[in-house]
């Protein structure tokens, strides 16, 4: 095997709550996150020379060491102690810097592919250590499709997959900073949820959790969040929420039909609406080793 396709997945954050700040300067966190069908797609190939490329159909996405997959390839390389060159384009259909955790998924994608091409081996738990080393997010990638993520987001437990239900992502067009929204973050300000409250994750009990101690600091920036979860309800989500940093706004419908009808009905707002189905696999599997 010479090249790797794999298919990237979004997530949201049905819950989100930030506990406090660690010595490291992280945060600690509880979140309950769920992937959905919006996807990247992320090849990876060998290259006859040692070195790592990254391409982008997306101009926002860097392409050099300051991309988090060139990060990712980058250990897998070193720990391989191979001479081959690795070749990796990405095709972006997640929206950059949206809260659905793209870049992240974009690494673990790598990871997963570099750890088949270079025959490095490496079991679920061990990519899932080295991700933690490159971002937050990264391990819920390879694990998924729904989870509870505690500590800096690398503690991950496993939880039954929801009975598919559908998501409409409203996204307003713009980028917002993780680091700027985490920073600008005040705790004692945070109502924290029972992110581990539901053990199992329906369109019903969904609304139950919904919580993002992230939104108040990034709507605050941008109004049009707001106005995005507003419009949501107007078209009966069921839920609405902003995910991770913002700014996309997710909101909860039962069936497909209900939901592409809500984004033919926002359609005329100028905003970015995806329409997307809970998983109850996630693409990574089959090419991670238990």
């Given at each position: 095997?010479?090249?790797?396709?794999?298919?990237?997945?979004?997530?949201?954050?049905?819950?989100?709550?930030?506990?406090?700040?660690?010595?490291?300067?992280?945060?600690?966190v509880?979140?309950?996150?769920?992937?959905?069908?919006?996807?990247?797609?992320v090849?990876?190939?060998?290259?006859?020379?040692?070195?790592?490329s990254?391409?982008?159909?997306?101009?926002?996405?860097?392409?050099?060491?300051?991309?988090?997959?060139?990060?990712?390839?980058?250990?897998?390389?070193?720990?391989?102690?191979?001479?081959?060159?690795l070749?990796?384009?990405?095709t972006?259909?997640?929206?950059?810097?949206?809260?659905?955790?793209?870049g992240?998924?974009?690494?673990?994608?790598?990871?997963?592919?570099?750890n088949?091409?270079?025959?490095?081996?490496?079991?679920?738990?061990r990519?899932?250590?080295?991700?933690?080393?490159?971002g937050?997010?990264?391990?819920?990638?390879?694990?998924?499709?729904?989870?509870?993520?505690?500590?800096?987001?690398?503690?991950?437990?496993?939880?039954?997959?929801?009975?598919?239900?559908?998501?409409?992502?409203?996204?307003?067009?713009?980028?917002a900073?993780?680091?700027?929204?985490?920073?600008?973050?005040?705790?004692?300000?945070?109502?924290?949820?029972?992110?581990?409250?539901?053990?199992?994750?329906?369109?019903?009990?969904?609304?139950?959790?919904?919580?993002?101690?992230?939104?108040?600091?990034?709507?605050?920036e941008?109004?049009?969040?707001?106005?995005?979860?507003?419009?949501?309800?107007?078209?009966?989500?069921?839920?609405?929420?902003?995910?991770?940093?913002?700014?996309?706004?997710f909101?909860?419908?039962?069936?497909?039909?209900?939901?592409?009808?809500?984004?033919?009905?926002?359609?005329?707002?100028?905003?970015?609406?995806?329409?997307?189905?809970?998983?109850?696999?996630?693409?990574?599997?089959?090419?991670?080793?238990?």
């Open positions: 095997m010479s090249e790797l396709t794999i298919s990237s997945p979004a997530k949201i954050n049905v819950c989100l709550s930030v506990l406090s700040r660690r010595p490291d300067g992280y945060h600690e509880e979140m309950l996150m769920q992937m959905v069908g919006l996807y990247d797609e090849r990876v190939a060998l290259r006859g020379t040692r070195g790592i990254v391409t982008c159909d997306n101009s926002a996405v860097p392409v050099g060491e300051a991309n988090i997959a060139y990060r990712a390839a980058e250990a897998i390389q070193s720990l391989s102690g191979s001479d081959a060159g070749s990796i384009a990405i972006k259909r997640i929206p950059v810097a949206g809260g659905l955790g793209g992240s998924g974009n690494a673990a994608a790598v990871l997963v592919a570099c088949k091409l270079l025959k490095t081996a490496f079991t679920r738990v990519l899932a250590e080295i991700g933690a080393g490159l937050m997010d990264v391990p819920f990638f390879l694990h998924g499709p729904t989870a509870l993520a505690q500590g800096r987001g690398e503690r991950l437990t496993d939880l039954p997959p929801p009975d598919r239900f559908w998501v409409l992502l409203v996204n307003p067009g713009f980028e900073s993780t680091a700027w929204v985490y920073k600008n973050l005040t705790l004692g300000l945070t109502n924290r949820g029972d992110c581990n409250k539901i053990q199992r994750l329906t369109v019903g009990n969904a609304k139950e959790v919904l919580h993002n101690d992230l939104e108040a600091v990034t709507s605050a941008y109004p049009v969040i707001g106005r995005c979860k507003k419009a949501l309800q107007s078209v009966n989500a069921r839920g609405v929420l902003m995910s991770g940093s913002g700014p996309t706004v909101g909860i419908f039962e069936t497909e039909d209900s939901c592409r009808t809500a984004a033919d009905t926002l359609s005329s707002e100028g905003w970015q609406l995806y329409p997307a189905v809970t998983l109850t696999e996630s693409p990574l599997a089959q090419f991670i080793e238990s």
